[in-house]
């Protein structure tokens, strides 16, 4: 039985109440654990649906969010509190699809499939093949495969990848994305790209899957099989496998003209709606400051009702996924710091920007939104605290914090903070990582990352309210409270400074072949799951937590139960990915998140 529900009339009659932003009262200042419960009892009830981005009962959220604003006295920033914005729902292949040349017609998704960003287009011309399709000019590596061929208006044949696939240090990594190799064809005049697997970048030559969420470009974009690439290019003499072999070794362009004419048309049709993150803003009091910015933030956003491709953990389930860690807690907390802060805003320096952002679980797609389309010059903004999954205090008061190196005295800062000694704090250096700050980061703007840590219940429907440690909510508040105070009252604002890599490119094996970065049991000696004997430093596992010894028996709520399955789990990841991965440890079970 799930308590604390909140019917959609209860709710809807409350919206209908107004406070201006000049009148206001504040019953309660201090945060407290009844009012994080009450937040996150609407939140994460059953009548909102799992917040998912774009519906009705996330328009509704909104609604509530911008009200409690509202009741605090807190200006509204954007369009009366919220900043819209579009997302793709869903991306299919259309009826549309088809590629000719000659007497060949070629069948859909068995010889070729359309690329999620794919124009929609009729293309008919001749094929050039480029190789890798690169156009670089560094001081440490030049390679051109466009010097000596006119690419205009022809179909480009190009190999994914790049000649150091399994390389984790590779120059080539920031020049391997298919859509950057799309991008420069298309400034290169080309009517369309045809991409091609060689063994070495995917032995299973697998056809890719319309999952990844990307801005379409102008042009076609098809990927293609080996043996249709080879029955394309057998009038030239050569094969796909050679050449793959042949450009990784002399490392330098093989490029050449055909013949063949290929008549392509391309349909991806893209499902989109709107959702919006909620901005209010309190203006400091120091003529000298108060044109700098404190943003707090957290996502409110959570995977609906579950199912296939929305990250739940259980893909086959489809049920309420309530959120009330993920990330009701986070939002609960912004509230109540924004209430309290509110309550003292007469002897705030600078100003203080409360967002909650839409779609994060997409990809953190409304703060990105939000840095591009910032609501104060970005550069103003002095430094960004994210609040996300902070419901689940364990009894040994783990705190984790990451970006602590983003700026210069930011870890010694927490240290000094009102209620540091409450927490056995985890301090992360790093600035990216699977959250909203990761926008912020990439902005160059220092940033704190607040989480209690994953759990067995992360992205399934028993993320509930039940399971929340409110009093241990409450100190984290407190403590995040306290950090906003000192950042807005400081004389000076922290200075920015780099901690590792500002995308999700990490430099690892970029296909199917992606690492935790674990020496495996491979003798099996544990049965019904898999040993870690030793966890490589500063690799997926060790950032995410990963100890010598520990037994993995579940990857994304996938069991584990020999090498055999670990390798099977790993062949269906990507970089870039968030994953959790369940493992036995001193008898006890723990569910970590780890970033591919």
């Not at 898999?530 to 937590?545: I, M, N, S, T």
Request: proline share 4%; with cysteine.
């Amino acid at each position: 039985m799930k308590t604390y529900r909140h019917s959609l009339t209860a709710l809807l009659i409350s919206s209908l109440l107004y406070f201006s932003c000049t009148s206001y009262h504040i019953n309660q200042p201090e945060i407290t654990a009844e009012e994080l419960q009450e937040t996150i009892g609407f939140l994460a009830s059953d009548s909102l649906k799992g917040r998912y981005p774009g519906t009705s009962e996330d328009s509704i959220m909104a609604d509530y969010l911008v009200e409690k604003f509202r009741e605090m006295g807190i200006m509204m920033m954007a369009k009366e509190g919220q900043q819209y914005f579009e997302i793709v729902t869903s991306i299919k292949a259309g009826e549309n699809n088809s590629l000719k040349y000659g007497d060949t017609t070629l069948e859909l998704y068995k010889d070729f499939a359309p690329f999620s960003f794919s124009g929609n287009a009729i293309t008919k011309a001749k094929v050039a093949f480029v190789g890798y399709g690169f156009e670089i000019d560094d001081e440490d590596l030049k390679w051109n495969d466009y010097s000596d061929i006119d690419v205009t208006d022809k179909w480009l044949m190009i190999l994914r990848g790049d000649p150091e696939i399994d390389s984790l240090t590779s120059p080539f990594i920031p020049y391997s994305g298919d859509r950057d190799k799309v991008m420069l064809a298309g400034d290169h005049g080309a009517a369309g790209v045809l991409f091609v697997s060689g063994p070495k970048f995917d032995q299973k030559d697998k056809l890719v899957d319309l999952e990844t969420q990307k801005a379409p470009v102008d042009i076609s974009v098809f990927h293609i099989t080996r043996n249709v690439a080879d029955d394309i290019l057998k009038g030239e003499g050569k094969n796909i496998e050679k050449l793959e072999k042949k450009l990784n070794k002399q490392r330098s362009p093989e490029i050449f003209e055909t013949d063949i004419i290929i008549r392509g048309l391309s349909e991806v049709l893209q499902e989109k709606s709107t959702t919006r993150n909620i901005i209010s803003m309190i203006k400091g009091n120091d003529p000298d400051l108060a044109d700098e910015y404190i943003l707090i933030g957290g996502h409110h956003d959570h995977l609906g009702m579950g199912g296939p491709n929305t990250g739940s953990r259980k893909p086959d389930t489809t049920a309420v996924h309530n959120g009330a860690d993920d990330n009701a807690s986070g939002v609960a907390a912004v509230l109540e710091i924004a209430e309290k802060l509110s309550y003292n805003r007469d002897s705030l320096r600078r100003s203080i920007i409360f967002t909650t952002f839409g779609a994060e679980e997409m990809g953190l797609l409304g703060s990105k939104y939000f840095v591009n389309n910032p609501v104060v010059p970005i550069e103003k903004i002095c430094a960004m605290i994210n609040i996300d999954m902070v419901g689940r205090l364990s009894n040994e008061k783990s705190l984790q914090i990451s970006g602590t190196a983003t700026s210069v005295s930011g870890a010694e800062l927490l240290d000094n903070i009102t209620g540091s000694k409450n927490f056995n704090m985890a301090k992360s250096p790093e600035g990216y990582g699977p959250s909203d700050h990761a926008s912020f980061y990439g902005k160059d703007i220092p940033v704190f990352f607040f989480s209690t840590g994953p759990h067995l219940d992360y992205h399934t429907p028993e993320d509930d309210i039940e399971q929340v440690n409110f009093e241990g909510l409450k100190s984290v508040s407190d403590y995040i409270y306290y950090l906003t105070w000192e950042l807005a009252n400081r004389d000076s604002s922290l200075v920015f400074q780099e901690a590792g890599t500002k995308t999700g490119q990490q430099r690892m094996k970029r296909r199917k072949g992606v690492t935790l970065g674990i020496m495996p049991d491979f003798a099996g000696q544990v049965k019904n799951g898999l040993r870690a004997d030793f966890v490589l430093e500063d690799r997926p596992a060790d950032k995410g937590g990963m100890e010598n010894g520990d037994i993995i028996i579940a990857i994304n709520g996938k069991a584990i139960n020999s090498i055999y399955d670990y390798m099977y789990r790993l062949e269906k990841l990507k970089q870039g990915q968030t994953i959790t991965v369940e493992v036995k440890r001193d008898n006890e079970k723990k569910v970590l998140l780890i970033q591919l």
